[in-house]
């Protein structure tokens, strides 16, 4: 997303006095709309225009990741779309999401199978715009590129001329390329048209690149038409306008300015912002007032893409963040992605979306159906989560002996998670760590001292180093750092996050060597092995522990599960992550959805940097 000073939202007064009568109007319609049918369609740009088989085609978009949206409610959501009298989904792929380590990929579990998502969108009727990357942003894991590249501190990424990145690049589009294709228009599919890259003016100013990416994606089988996407300034200032392509404006209504750069191709809003994200630490969830530029859209009958029509979550360590490009303000996204889009996280209906659906209805000359209902939704009574497992009696082995602390990317190919770094000092002092990324709880021979955090937010205090004690005894004091990472910076120049701690330790001024390092990535395989702590376990009123509870259901469905109690750390439901929580908010409560939920017994099992007494987790169907 484009950053803009200007986008200041406010909420939205619901119009739900006028919603029946224009429904009404709406089922009077005839259905002439051209949809995708399975057999192949011209889509072209015309003079400044879309032409579908030759007529003029409004793009009424809708974006949705299906990464961030549980698979059985996939339907459900292009549906909602649909019903908002949308004709077409913008899809973003992730390219981290598909390919965990260099040529390891994905494309089937949790919530892959993009191409199964494609197909149910020309099935319910609808085009898509695809935005495949390889850079996204999307507030997502370092924009969509894959951490290990940062395995190689060297690396440069979005880069023609940084051969290691663009033989990555080359892989990605093999794996993805042939798996496109066939869905294209001209070949019987939905894709009507897929954006070369992300915003890449706000990166970078070689249009060669972009000519480049272009190229690649055409060898692919991928004939176009294609868009670029980004903000009109950025444009302007770095002239990355590739020729020929649809020129799609990220929040800017200039359209006239904007047609100068792109001279007879379309120019239409490829990311028009009905809300917007909000970080950890915010005063408050963001909410928008789109309403009057959809409106000046519909009536000038331009081509648009709503950032989002539905958010969905940032499930487990998928959700990004941003800094400025010195990384200063380091500003992590929440887990929900609600976004203040029209069809909320859980799949329901806002005022919205009924406000938009009413203004878009209003310039159609066919029908539009009734939105579906949203899914069911479950609760359980307030339970009691209690000590389960400690991490300190669980550390993984081998440890690794370092000179000095390394970023985990480099030091354990660890893209998130954690890391413990542990050293004997035989004396006390000001433990110093300005290179800690991005949350450390800092420990003297097992006592909690105090935490480090990157984040300034309010309810935090600033400072990069703690007061150590004086041993108490003559063998030294045992310093353990256990740092915490959000996720990688996925916009602007500062895409260089390297986590764990990337700069050097000083006591008292003095550069410290000869430190132990534990790797926790707290992933499934360790999750699962947890043994339960002995009771007489010296590590349990010791910050650092997993707590376990059970909730029992009589009936499954979609829950939010508030830890407004908790202080910081991850949430799992059946072994699914849903993801971080923290006190500062302003988000308490994550969503759960239905299909994670089983009839009978279900575990919940808590991660928490502070908390060491049994604590309260509940229950409610909103996320605010």
């Not at 974006?63 to 059985?72: C, F, G, L, Q």
């Not at 892959?112 to 998502?117: A, G, P, Q, S, T």
């Not at 996280?345 to 009924?354: A, K, L, N, Q, S």
Request: with cysteine; charged share 20%.
């Amino acid at each position: 997303m484009q950053r803009r000073d200007f986008l200041r939202f406010a909420v939205l007064t619901p119009l739900a006095a006028s919603v029946p009568m224009a429904e009404a109007e709406t089922r009077a319609k005839p259905s002439v709309e051209p949809s995708p049918d399975g057999k192949p369609h011209r889509f072209e740009l015309g003079r400044k225009q879309f032409l579908l088989d030759g007529a003029p085609f409004q793009i009424r978009s809708g974006e949705m990741h299906p990464s961030r949206i549980p698979a059985e409610y996939w339907q459900h959501r292009i549906r909602m779309a649909k019903a908002m009298g949308l004709n077409t989904i913008a899809v973003y792929l992730m390219w981290n999401y598909y390919e965990s380590e260099p040529g390891v990929f994905d494309f089937t579990t949790e919530r892959r199978d993009f191409v199964r998502f494609i197909k149910m969108c020309q099935q319910d009727g609808m085009w898509v715009y695809l935005r495949p990357g390889p850079y996204v942003c999307a507030e997502w894991d370092l924009g969509g590129l894959p951490p290990y590249l940062l395995r190689d501190p060297s690396i440069r990424v979005r880069s023609k001329d940084d051969a290691r990145y663009m033989q990555a690049v080359q892989r990605y589009m093999d794996a993805v390329g042939p798996k496109i294709a066939p869905l294209m228009a001209n070949q019987g599919g939905p894709i009507l048209m897929a954006q070369i890259e992300n915003e890449y003016a706000s990166f970078g100013h070689d249009l060669a690149y972009l000519q480049r990416l272009k190229t690649m994606w055409q060898a692919q089988g991928i004939e176009g038409p294609f868009s670029i996407a980004d903000g009109l300034g950025q444009l302007q200032k770095a002239g990355t306008y590739v020729p020929g392509t649809a020129l799609g404006l990220d929040g800017d209504t200039d359209f006239a300015a904007a047609q100068a750069l792109a001279g007879e191709a379309p120019v239409w809003m490829s990311e028009g912002y009905p809300g917007w994200l909000t970080h950890w630490g915010d005063p408050a969830f963001q909410r928008g007032t789109y309403l009057p530029t959809l409106r000046k859209l519909m009536d000038e009958g331009r081509s648009f893409n709503l950032y989002v029509v539905h958010g969905g979550t940032n499930f487990g360590f998928t959700a990004g963040a941003n800094a400025r490009n010195d990384y200063a303000n380091f500003e992590p996204v929440i887990t929900s992605y609600d976004y203040g889009a029209p069809i909320n996280e859980r799949g329901e209906v806002t005022p919205d979306y009924h406000a938009f659906r009413i203004a878009i209805a209003a310039h159609l000359k066919h029908a539009i159906p009734e939105p579906p209902p949203p899914p069911p939704i479950a609760h359980f009574a307030e339970v009691m989560a209690r000590p389960f497992a400690s991490l300190w009696d669980n550390l993984p082995l081998p440890s690794r002996l370092v000179k000095k602390p390394d970023p985990n990317e480099i030091l354990f190919a660890q893209n998130q998670g954690m890391v413990v770094y542990r050293k004997t000092l035989l004396s006390g002092g000001m433990l110093n760590m300005e290179g800690l990324r991005d949350y450390g709880t800092v420990f003297a021979d097992g006592k909690y001292l105090d935490y480090v955090s990157r984040v300034n937010k309010p309810g935090l205090h600033v400072k990069n180093y703690v007061d150590i004690p004086p041993p108490a005894n003559g063998t030294g004091t045992t310093v353990d750092v256990l740092v915490d990472s959000f996720g990688h910076v996925g916009y602007g120049q500062a895409m260089y996050d390297f986590k764990g701690i990337v700069g050097a330790v000083t006591l008292d001024g003095e550069e410290l060597h000869g430190w132990q390092a534990h790797s926790l990535p707290l992933d499934e395989a360790y999750i699962a092995g947890l043994p339960p702590m002995d009771a007489n376990s010296p590590s349990r009123l010791r910050p650092g522990l997993f707590f376990k509870a059970v909730v029992t259901l009589d009936k499954v469905g979609d829950c939010y599960i508030d830890m407004s109690e908790w202080d910081k750390g991850y949430l799992w439901v059946n072994g699914h992550l849903l993801g971080r929580y923290w006190r500062i908010g302003p988000q308490q409560r994550l969503f759960c959805p239905g299909p994670w939920l089983w009839r009978g017994r279900n575990e919940l099992l808590v991660f928490d940097m502070h908390r060491v007494m049994p604590t309260a987790i509940r229950c409610t169907d909103r996320l605010a």
